[in-house]
């Protein structure tokens, strides 16, 4: 049976853990996975991020040679809050290829700065924390970014407020 069918009819969160459990740590699956990904239909799409953000958490080697596809998958669809929230999510926890460094710190300082989903900042802050913390010329400038966006979305959003004093922590902890 073809993965793709597997998503096709229900969308719930029962049935992305059964499908992550089905690829388990099956590289074939996880291809075919980032195939459907990597496709046109943006349903698909967001729903196998999903799929693959759930998996991702626990087991981010799996998907680390796909840094590029999932960097390029954010510019096909920039508007898409799934894709934002699975791809930035995904990228907290695998490593940035050191050729896209800049490039990821870049597009996810604007996400702290522009109309992007609250997900998409929360997650923005610990990724750009992660390029901040092999650069430590970039901290000064992570630090005023996060502050201001606490200031003016910290009341409103407990995430936001939760994730900036934990990334301000972890900055002011840097050398």
Known sequence: MSLLQH???DLSKVAVNRISALIGDDEDLVKELMDIINGREILMV???LWVMRTICDKKPYLFQSYFKDLFDLIHKFPSEDGVLRNVIGAWQVLDIPEELEGEVYELCLNFLTDQSPIAAK???MEV???VAAR???LKNELKTTIEGLNLKYGESSPGIASRAKKTLRKIKELR
């Open 135 to 137: 650069y430590p010329e």
């Open 46 to 48: 967001k729903y196998a």
């Open 7 to 9: 998503f096709r009819g």
């Open 128 to 130: 750009c924390f992660k």
């Open 122 to 124: 929360a997650f923005s």
